[in-house]
């Protein structure tokens, strides 16, 4: 879908619909990889690095929808720094998660299932970054 978007340009927002599906496409490639893993390490890694796609969907979203409808208006340099707000401080938490419990507060591998995959109980700013994904994908 991304290459299919990108290749209809002239369309009203594909290259931001480009992007989410890039977003989508970052965020199941990691979660597929994390799957087949088996050291903890690099599960938890991968985890730092599917997030990014986590983190930028629902604004990716918010703005494809923005353009698509032709609110292009509201997408001021303001209002974009004010929507990145939230993903961007739960990615720089997120990449520093080994120092503060705000992000997750246990995170371990479930033994068992024979998958182990990564089980966590979920910190405060993460439970601000969730409200904010449903509410920018509930406004859209």
Do not use: C
């Not at 208006?73 to 720094?81: D, F, I, M, Y």
Request: aromatic fraction near 16%; proline fraction near 4%.
């Amino acid at each position: 879908l991304v290459l299919y978007a990108a290749r209809r340009r002239p369309l009203n927002g594909t290259f931001t619909f480009s992007l989410f599906m890039f977003a989508l496409a970052f965020w199941g490639v990691g979660h597929m990889a994390e799957l087949v893993t088996q050291s903890w390490r690099l599960k938890f890694a991968l985890v730092k690095v599917q997030a990014i796609g986590i983190a930028m969907a629902p604004f990716l979203w918010l703005i494809f929808v923005m353009v698509y409808t032709e609110h292009k208006h509201w997408l001021r340099v303001q209002v974009l720094a004010l929507l990145a707000l939230v993903p961007g401080a739960t990615m720089v938490l997120l990449w520093f998660g080994s120092y503060h419990s705000l992000i997750w507060t246990d995170i371990r591998t479930d033994e068992t299932s024979s998958l182990l995959p990564l089980v966590s109980h979920y910190g405060p700013a993460l439970w601000v970054y969730i409200v904010y994904g449903l509410a920018a994908i509930m406004v859209s």
